[in-house]
């Protein structure tokens, strides 16, 4: 028996990859994506209603796309980084990568989740790489400008960094 019980809003689930394999070429690792509010009710397999609530159950045999997570705990937070060839540093090395994911991402949503709902470590790595720019070209100038024009122009720099995953109204040409 196979039970999901939570997934995060991002997840993504795919179908097992229709047709099967040919024989030649690559082979497709993922079929068509799994929208979880629009299942098809030939998934379907008891429905229960008491009261006013009604609840489902469906049994799909999908693919859980995790490689963002690896792909982050890998770049961001050591995960490749760790030499071990023992079980439990292993263990405690991939857990400790991927706890790290999660609280980044967490935090990063809860400060830029409003605005910018798909703000991942990449775009924070670019928005604070902008900022540095800014602070070390602010530094060789003969005078420096007045603090609202370092803000606006901070603002600029940040959302143009943003737009590795979000294009923003705010970005101007020149």
């Known amino acids: ?96 990568s991927m706890f790290m994911v999660n609280v980044s991402v967490s935090k990063l949503r809860e400060k830029f989740g409003a605005e910018h709902p798909s703000f991942g470590v990449l775009d924070l790595k670019a928005r604070y790489r902008g900022q540095k720019y800014l602070h070390e070209t602010i530094k060789i100038l003969p005078q420096k400008p007045e603090p609202i024009v370092i803000d606006t122009i901070a603002e600029h720099l940040a959302a143009i960094g943003e737009t590795i995953h979000y294009t923003s109204h705010q970005i101007r040409p020149g």
């Open 1 to 96: 028996m196979h039970l999901i019980s939570k997934l995060r809003r991002d997840a993504a689930l795919y179908l097992p990859p229709t047709p099967p394999y040919q024989g030649r070429g690559r082979p497709v690792v993922y079929g068509a994506k799994v929208n979880p509010k629009e299942i098809d009710s030939k998934y379907r397999v008891s429905t229960q209603t008491q009261g006013n609530i009604t609840t489902e159950v469906y049994q799909i045999e999908c693919r859980l796309q995790i490689e963002f997570n690896f792909r982050d705990a890998k770049q961001f937070w050591g995960l490749d980084d760790f030499i071990n060839v023992k079980q439990m540093p292993i263990e405690n090395a991939a857990n400790l």
